[in-house]
């Protein structure tokens, strides 16, 4: 498969993965994704488009003020080239994120995580409680963050668990894993990760951990048992994008590779 075929097949997965959970908006040469419930979206480039100006994406801005949803956009940078420009004319920052490629099967070991099943979505919710935590706080590094932070999470932003959720769980069209303290596994989940195949393309996404429990493998162990869950279910193409450099050594351990880069575009000083 060569580089352009490829980077074809991520972006069909881009546009096809929030549609079944948002409304989409065509506005000018982008398409505004509009959750119906859950987690918000962003605006993407329309498939096949590679005309943007300062003004189109200032009508996006407009809408997603009207519409109350975040004023946010994400792009693959080798797809759309010099959309970085534009938006950062139009004020927003760019967060601009290794984009990596599963090689063959995957290595490592599945460790403390394992798959959720469909009774296990009191599971789920500690697990995306863990993960905001992690996100939230953000990097690498260990912190103070830990099960107090977890559990006053639950019932907030991701680690709300709507009927949609609970329906992609049961049919596995979301296929989620948590990890766990290996010291006290009755704690619940410290973390955990999920993909969303579509055909025979599937993305690992959301992998966090909480601050208090990084640096044992918890984050690498997760990806391992997606990746592993993914091609047992014959997906061809899996991939993830990665916070940064470092996260990207993670994901690099279990093997993927950067093929390309994600950029996530939003309002406010660069972090």
């Known amino acids: 498969m060569t580089d352009r075929s490829l980077l074809k097949r991520l972006e069909a997965y881009y546009d096809a993965v929030p549609r079944g959970r948002a409304d989409a908006e065509e506005i000018g040469p982008f398409t505004l994704f509009v959750a119906r419930l859950g987690w918000p979206y962003y605006a993407r480039p329309r498939l ?17 003020r009207e519409l109350g949803v975040p004023l946010a956009f994400e792009w693959v940078d080798e797809t759309t080239p010099g959309l970085d420009e534009v938006v950062l004319a139009a004020g927003l920052r760019v967060d601009r994120c290794p984009l990596l490629v599963l090689a063959a099967e995957p290595t490592g ?7 959720l099943g ?43 668990i709507d009927e949609l959720v609970e329906a992609g769980l049961r049919s596995g069209e979301i296929r989620a894993a948590a990890c766990y303290a290996v010291e006290d596994q009755a704690l619940g989940p410290v973390g955990g990760g999920s993909h969303t195949p579509v055909g025979d393309v599937t993305e690992i996404a959301g992998v966090g951990v909480l601050p208090a429990y990084r640096r044992r493998g918890l984050a690498a162990a997760v990806t ?15 991939f993830c994008s990665a916070q940064n450099d470092d996260v990207a050594r993670i994901y690099g351990r279990i093997g993927f590779h950067r093929v390309a880069t994600a950029c996530i575009a939003a309002l406010g000083d660069s972090h």
């Open 48 to 64: 096949g488009e590679t005309a943007m100006t300062v003004e189109s994406v200032r009508r996006v801005l407009e809408r997603q």
């Open 109 to 115: 070991a599945v460790g403390d995580a394992r798959l």
């Open 118 to 160: 469909p009774l296990d979505s009191r599971e789920l919710a500690l697990s995306r409680a863990a993960i905001s935590v992690g996100f939230e706080a953000g990097g690498t590094a260990t912190g103070d963050e830990g099960i107090r932070e977890r559990d006053a999470a639950l019932g907030t932003g991701f680690a709300v």
């Open 224 to 238: 391992h048992v997606l990746a592993r869950d993914a091609r047992d279910h014959d997906v061809e193409t899996v």
